[in-house]
């Protein structure tokens, strides 16, 4: 149990650069929440509604965090921040991170019927501050969710999607994106959201540039070696 926390702490200062100490990071509202959700969810499966519902209420009011007693989280999960919503029938992998303000909505059934009403999310997914999942859809693997982004349909393992509705954008991969990004920040180390669609655009066009120069090299380097192959054929038929 003290080795699950250990590791759990050690996944929070991998991803966030401020704290110190694991000391620290016991102090975030997210590992609050996390360890009052892990309560909660616990009388959730053993139909204790009420009281589920009551330590919810008490992680709400504590941390500004609100996660349905049934939604299923994953291991390492890292809420940034606060003010995240998660409902009812949300079912999250492990190492996954949301930032402020964003949310894994449900759809309304349109013939009252209840069931899987709330996204799904792969894991090693990062969700970008004031970003909203809506209905049951699927984000895969590895997916980064940009900021202020409205997702409504599934989004491929390793996408990164931007805009309301979310759009996959096209992004360089770098040996320093590989790996944890910060707000899944697809451009540059400086990311605003009120000018990300300036941003995005630019980042868009710098790597649709990158590629083609990458594909005139090829074709170059394909002309050059075709002469060669052709001297060559014609020996052989001397």
Same mark, same amino acid.
């Given at each position: *149990?003290?080795?699950?926390?250990?590791?759990?702490?050690?996944?929070? =200062?991998?991803?966030?650069?401020?704290?110190?100490?694991?000391?620290?990071?016991?102090?975030?509202?997210?590992?609050?929440?996390?360890?009052?959700?892990?309560?909660?969810?616990?009388?959730?499966?053993?139909?204790? $509604?009420? =009281?589920?519902?009551?330590?919810?209420?008490?992680?709400?009011?504590? @941390?500004?965090?609100?996660?349905?007693?049934?939604?299923?989280?994953?291991?390492? $999960?890292?809420?940034?921040? %606060? $003010?995240?919503?998660? %409902?009812? @029938?949300?079912?999250?992998?492990?190492?996954?991170?949301?930032?402020?303000?964003?949310?894994?909505?449900?759809?309304?059934?349109?013939?009252?019927? %209840? %069931?899987?009403?709330?996204?799904?999310?792969?894991?090693?997914?990062?969700?970008?501050?004031?970003? +909203?999942?809506?209905?049951?859809?699927?984000?895969?693997?590895?997916?980064?969710?940009?900021?202020?982004?409205?997702? @409504?349909?599934?989004?491929?393992?390793?996408?990164? *999607?931007?805009?309301?509705?979310?759009?996959?954008?096209?992004?360089? =991969?770098?040996?320093?994106?590989?790996?944890?990004?910060?707000?899944? @920040?697809?451009?540059?180390?400086?990311?605003?959201?009120?000018?990300?669609?300036?941003?995005?655009?630019?980042?868009?066009?710098?790597?649709?540039?990158?590629?083609?120069?990458?594909?005139?090299?090829?074709?170059?380097?394909?002309?050059?070696?075709?002469?060669?192959?052709?001297?060559?054929?014609?020996?052989?038929? +001397?």
């Amino acid at each position: *149990m003290l080795q699950r926390l250990i590791s759990y702490l050690d996944s929070i =200062v991998a991803r966030d650069p401020s704290p110190r100490s694991r000391w620290e990071v016991l102090l975030y509202p997210g590992v609050l929440a996390m360890g009052l959700h892990r309560l909660a969810h616990w009388l959730f499966e053993a139909d204790l $509604f009420f =009281v589920a519902r009551m330590v919810n209420s008490t992680s709400r009011f504590l @941390t500004a965090i609100d996660i349905h007693p049934g939604a299923n989280i994953g291991q390492n $999960f890292f809420i940034d921040h %606060g $003010f995240v919503v998660i %409902g009812e @029938t949300a079912e999250i992998g492990d190492n996954v991170t949301m930032y402020q303000g964003s949310t894994l909505g449900g759809t309304n059934p349109t013939n009252g019927v %209840g %069931g899987k009403r709330h996204p799904t999310i792969g894991s090693d997914v990062i969700v970008s501050l004031g970003a +909203a999942i809506l209905g049951p859809i699927t984000v895969g693997k590895g997916a980064r969710i940009g900021a202020n982004a409205v997702v @409504t349909k599934d989004v491929p393992e390793g996408a990164t *999607m931007v805009g309301i509705p979310a759009k996959q954008t096209l992004v360089e =991969v770098k040996p320093e994106t590989t790996a944890f990004v910060p707000y899944g @920040t697809p451009c540059t180390e400086r990311f605003d959201p009120a000018t990300q669609k300036l941003e995005l655009l630019q980042c868009e066009i710098e790597t649709m540039q990158k590629r083609i120069a990458q594909l005139l090299e090829e074709r170059d380097a394909s002309a050059a070696k075709q002469p060669t192959a052709r001297k060559r054929t014609n020996k052989k038929s +001397a």
